[in-house]
């Protein structure tokens, strides 16, 4: 399977490592990026190709992985499914904008393409949509990134509060720090309660998620090494996206 990727920078660049390692069962063959050079370079590493349209990616690939920005998904993922293409979407806190998912969920729907949402940096997905089985009575998710990684200075060694409220305004407030949050929203049918906290202390980004159910209850708490590329991104969205991608040809699926 030829994968084309838009958006050539932390993200992808752990991919083409796994590819280098022989670690993906499926082939990285396109790279797309407004910066072509983003997209040259790492294309060079593997021996695959830059692609400077949208449209010629779109033509060649058999499935694209967005790794690229919330504007991205929004300007340029409709006409990809548009193609029956099927997507993979890193930036998912795009899909918190409930009239753009559901015209993407149509559009896609209609044309055959398949959406896929990789887990992500945080852990218990698999529970949750398991939990929405039955019913979930809260979901919230606490944040705590160093500094660094919000892009941000402090002043003392305190920690601080720099966002509480729900996942659909976090996505907006913090377009690069809290996907996560609406990958949590969206498996749980629920705009979950977020709190975002910079926390100098630290040196790992950690999302806490509570849930409590019907089933019973979960709590997870995923401590993240940061990208060097990129503090604000954790080494396991990147992981989670290669490891989604061989998925896709195994014969045996494991988790819901
Ligand atoms: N779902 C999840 O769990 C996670 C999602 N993310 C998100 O994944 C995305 C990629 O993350 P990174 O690789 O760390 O980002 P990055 O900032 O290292 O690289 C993004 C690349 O995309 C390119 N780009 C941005 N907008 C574009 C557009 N409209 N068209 C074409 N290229 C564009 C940039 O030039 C850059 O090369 C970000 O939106 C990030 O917030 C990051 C971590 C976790
Ligand atoms: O990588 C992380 O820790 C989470 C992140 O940036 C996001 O969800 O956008």
Redesign the pocket.
């Known amino acids: 399977m030829n994968i084309g990727i838009?958006?050539?920078?932390?993200?992808?660049k752990t991919l083409v490592n796994f590819q280098l390692e022989g670690k993906m069962d499926v082939n990285l063959a396109y790279f797309?990026?407004?910066?072509i050079e983003?997209a040259r370079q790492l294309a060079d590493k593997i021996g695959a190709k830059a692609i400077n349209s949208v449209d010629e990616l779109i033509e060649k690939s058999d499935l694209i992985l967005e790794?690229?920005?919330?504007?991205?998904v929004k300007?340029?993922i409709p006409q990809v499914v548009e193609s029956g293409v099927d997507v993979v979407i890193?930036?998912?806190?795009a899909l918190m904008d409930d009239e753009f998912r559901c015209n993407l969920e149509k559009l896609a729907s209609d044309n055959n393409a398949t959406i896929y949402l990789?887990t992500?940096?945080?852990t218990g997905i698999d529970t949750v949509k398991a939990a929405r089985m039955g019913e979930i009575y809260e979901v919230s998710l606490t944040t705590r990134k160093p500094p660094v990684s919000l892009g941000i200075t402090l002043d003392d060694d305190k920690e601080k509060v720099l966002f509480e409220g729900k996942a659909s305004e976090a996505v907006e407030k913090f377009?690069?720090?809290i996907?996560?949050s609406s990958?949590l929203s969206l498996a749980s049918g629920i705009n979950v309660d977020v709190k975002i906290i910079a926390d100098p202390k630290i040196k790992n980004n950690t999302h806490e998620i509570h849930l409590k159910g019907s089933f019973g209850e979960l709590t997870t708490i995923t401590s993240n090494v940061s990208?060097p590329?990129?503090p604000?991104?954790?080494m396991l969205?990147a992981f989670?996206a290669a490891s989604l991608l061989n998925k896709l040809s195994k014969t045996i699926q494991i988790g819901s």
Not at 32 to 35: A, I, P
Not at 67 to 72: N, T
């Open positions: 838009i958006g050539c920078g932390s993200i992808a797309y990026d407004m910066n983003n790794s690229a920005s919330q504007g991205a300007s340029v890193m930036s998912v806190g990789p992500g940096a945080i377009p690069k720090n996907n996560v990958t990208s590329e990129n604000k991104t954790s969205a989670s």
